[in-house]
């Protein structure tokens, strides 16, 4: 079992900076992948950005040159950092870890339980 805590959301003007944290409990952080997802108001959850076990990053096209997430293995960790912020940027943000057993090729995915990020005009 995993355990995912966020942290770093809050309240920003556009064109402001926030860097969000997901610190994880357990032994499998380093051969897990790693992302970034956000739900708006009314809106479905979506992928904005992603990281492999090996470091391998992808993002979603709307965050593209302003986001760019990192992990440190070290600390069980992997961060968002988020700059040039807009308002359609407001949502809470999980963090999600994808783990495949090498026994059984199970997919197993945890989440955090989110952190507000809201950002105004």
């Known amino acids: 079992q995993l355990q995912l805590v966020e942290s770093g959301g809050g309240l920003v003007q556009a064109g402001g900076s926030l860097r969000l944290s997901c610190t994880t409990s357990g032994s499998i952080f380093s051969i897990s992948d790693m992302g970034w997802y956000r739900q708006g108001p009314g809106n479905q959850r979506e992928l904005v950005a992603a990281i492999t076990k090996g470091g391998t990053t992808n993002y979603a096209d709307s965050v593209k040159d302003r986001f760019t997430i990192s992990r440190d293995n070290a600390k069980n960790t992997v961060y968002l950092q988020m700059n040039s912020l807009v308002p359609e940027d407001t949502a809470v943000y999980y963090c999600?870890?994808?783990?495949?057993?090498?026994?059984?090729?199970?997919?197993?995915?945890?989440w955090g339980q989110g952190t507000q990020v809201t950002v105004s005009s």
């Open positions: 999600n870890a994808r783990f495949t057993s090498p026994f059984s090729s199970k997919v197993y995915n945890y």
